[in-house]
């Protein structure tokens, strides 16, 4: 069986490698991968067509400004996968390049079933894109569990929540299923700050100043207050610069591990709008989050529909986290909202219970990954079936 696959940042590429672990415990030796792969991917035996990190860019103004090459590299996927004939197409997330890809191999390849893993955030903005995805999605895998009836509302594809893969990161995990009293640590003298500004360098450019100013208030505050920041290796550089010039110097960390060991010690949180959100919900960590669009972006605000950016306030249903948003990513306010959570407030009584609905509302019986390769075999049958290669 040959199964393509198009992801387009590391995220991505850890879902696909989980997906292709599942595979091959299903598939034995009998399974051929062609098309995009990151570090994780690669490990499995996929050998990319380029490097991905040259896709992994957000915002709408870096997406403009490296146009021709996405398009570019979106022919020459496009035409890899046709060429290569897959018994199916599995595009991760990035839907700003594998749904182009998507829908060139569907116009070549009508035969293929195509499954879209991670798919683009319609509950955020432009609902109409759920619709449009039907002609060649035939299958989106969901890690949210409200996306699936999302996507039936606005008449996209069949969809399936499988569990989010975070669920199963073993860091995670591990916090998750301590027995200590997470969340009642704020008692605790001095209480922890764990400052996330983002995992982008425009991200950390645009809010790495208020945070510095934010951490320098909360500390008048709440004296003796730590702080400790983790980041990637790749920033080192720029968050050390950044870090030098703070009123308070948190301690900064690097890579996953130091992470996970940053979230277990933590009681509060202040952090850019993003994934990170669902990370602290599900370690339990209350959170204030902000967040600045790039210029670009925010001058085409106005198509986003969502009644809130942060996942877990999606999950839960409600306003369960405050989110701060250009000109209200104030330093002063901030670092208010930070001192009542790193209290026992009912604020952050609020928060925790929350928590614990998410996690419930996110449990799944079997691994996201089983699950994914279950519904990709299915429809490999299915397109079998009904007469395709």
Known sequence: MKIAFVVGEPSGDAIGADLIRALKARLGGDLELVG??????????????????????????????????????????????????????????????????????????????????????????????????????????????????????LGGPPSTYVGHPLMKEPGLAAIMADGRPLGEKAAKSPPRLVVLPGSRRGEIDRLAGDFGATLGRLAELV??????????????????????????????????????????????????????????????IPMALAYKLDPVAYQIRHLISAWTAAMPNFVVGHPLV???????????????????????????????????????LMAVDRAPGEAAAEIVLDLVEKGRWAGRP
């Open 322 to 360: 405050p989110e701060h948003f250009h000109e209200f990513v104030r330093p002063e306010h901030l670092a208010r909202r930070l001192a009542r959570l790193l209290a026992d407030t009912p604020e952050r009584r609020a928060q925790l219970e929350g928590f614990d609905e998410i996690r419930r």
């Open 223 to 284: 004296p003796g207050v730590t702080a400790v920041l983790p980041t990637l290796p790749r920033h080192r550089e720029r968050i050390e610069a950044e870090v030098a010039q703070w009123p308070v110097k948190p301690e900064v960390v690097f890579g996953a591990a130091a992470k996970w060991q940053a979230f277990a010690e933590a009681d509060a949180a202040l952090a850019a709008s993003g994934t990170v959100s669902l990370e602290l919900a599900l370690a339990r």
């Open 36 to 153: 995009l792969a990151g570090e994780a991917m690669r490990a499995q035996g996929l050998q990319t067509l380029f490097d991905i990190d040259e896709l992994s860019i957000m915002g709408v103004s870096a997406i403009l400004a490296r146009l021709p090459q996405l398009v570019r590299r979106v022919s020459q996927t496009a035409e890899a996968i046709v060429a290569a004939r897959p018994d199916a197409l599995v595009v991760i997330d990035s839907p700003t390049f594998s749904h182009r890809v998507a829908r060139r191999v569907r116009a070549k390849l009508p035969q293929v079933p195509i499954v879209n893993y991670v798919p683009p955030t319609v509950w955020a903005w432009r609902e109409g894109r759920a619709a449009k995805m039907r002609p060649y999605v035939d299958h989106a895998i969901c890690v949210l569990p409200f996306e699936p009836a999302v996507m039936e509302r």
